[in-house]
């Protein structure tokens, strides 16, 4: 079992940054693939972001990349999501999610374990 704990989250206005954390306990973190997700009221979870087992690999969706940077520390079980230039449509809940396998994902059926969430919300 994969206990998924994310952090970081709050209110900003248009422009700010954040950085969210989710931190892993249970098997080793260095063998998940992890990705964040995120999942606004009335819509359904979309992908935001993935990185691999290795941190030499990541995907961003095309609404946040070049403002959003995924990375990992392998050595604090910590996936990080650095949010730069918000907008008010980043509004949403923030998942992180742990894949038991090797490579890059971006649909929740490949994931196997989900953290509860951290809310982000943007004001204009």
């Known amino acids: 079992q994969v206990l998924l704990v994310e952090s970081g989250g709050g209110l900003v206005q248009a422009g700010d940054s954040l950085r969210l954390s989710c931190v892993a306990s249970?098997?080793?973190?260095?063998?998940?693939?992890m990705g964040w997700f995120r999942q606004a009221p009335g819509k359904e979870r979309e992908f935001v972001a993935s990185?691999?087992?290795?941190?030499?690999?990541?995907y961003y969706a095309a609404s946040v990349k070049g403002r959003f940077t995924i990375s990992r520390d392998n050595a604090k079980n910590t996936v990080y999501l650095q949010m730069n230039s918000l907008k008010p449509e980043d509004t949403a809940v923030y998942y992180c999610?742990?894949?038991?396998?090797?490579?890059?994902?971006?649909?929740?059926?490949?994931?196997?374990?989900w953290g509860q969430g951290t809310q982000v919300t943007v004001s204009s």
């Open positions: 999610a742990a894949a038991l396998k090797f490579g890059l994902f971006t649909t929740t059926q490949n994931y196997d374990y």
């Open positions: 249970g098997r080793t973190f260095s063998s998940y693939s």
């Open positions: 990185i691999s087992q290795t941190t030499v690999s990541t």
